[in-house]
């Protein structure tokens, strides 16, 4: 996967940037001047991909809006399931959208993370001299389960840790199971959408991040705690949209 052309040259170009952001902070902050600038190039990708995050959010609005038309077609034609898809399709159509409009533009966003999260695990040959440098007293190409064998653990992996869990609850209280709610209805039978214990999947990066080295578990903790702020921004900040193209 790390060899396709693309996304090896994504990831040159990642650890080019992340070699001169270190030189950048080293007079600053010379101990911590690699791990600062893992967070400032996930920060910098992240603001590039807003657009992407805006499409997700408007997205998630026009759901939000047609859905009790959905489950109303749903209702009435749940004996006839080509009738029933027809006239949902022609919802969506009229909206200007489709069941997949809130999947498309995370899909334009993953050779992106393929490259970041490729160069922060150590997979980008350049990217070595990053990983041996230190972040808390931590090599950025430590892990915490070898760390943590027969040793107490190290706190920039506990405040790591501590932080992600919090990030993956605040995200499944106010993103994940909302989202849930809304599309509840989208199957016109007042069912759920998402099975309850795949509302949990917001957890899963607390678990990475306790098997990949600190430079990807610090991405990680940018990125989801980004991804999160930017939701509930664009939430209040998006207008409401209507009618074909919305």
Known sequence: MYSFAPIAAAMD???SALAALTA??????PAAAAGLS?????????LLLLPVGIAQVRAEKVRARIGPELARIGARHRDDPQKMVAEQ???YSEAGTSPFAGCLPALVQMPVVLALYGVFTGASEDAGP???HTFGGVELGSSLLPLAQGMPVEPVFALLI?????VAWAQRSYVVLPATLTDATAD???RPAMPGILTYMSYVPVAIAAFVPLAAGLYLLVSTAWALGERLVLR???PERSGPGA
């Open 13 to 15: 170009l990642v650890s």
């Open 24 to 29: 950048l902070l080293v007079p600053l902050v």
């Open 38 to 46: 893992v967070v400032l190039l996930t920060m910098g990708v992240r």
């Open 89 to 91: 399709r022609k919802v």
């Open 130 to 132: 990053l990983l041996s």
């Open 162 to 166: 501590a932080f992600l869990a919090l």
């Open 188 to 190: 016109g039978q007042g």
């Open 236 to 238: 209040r900040l998006l």
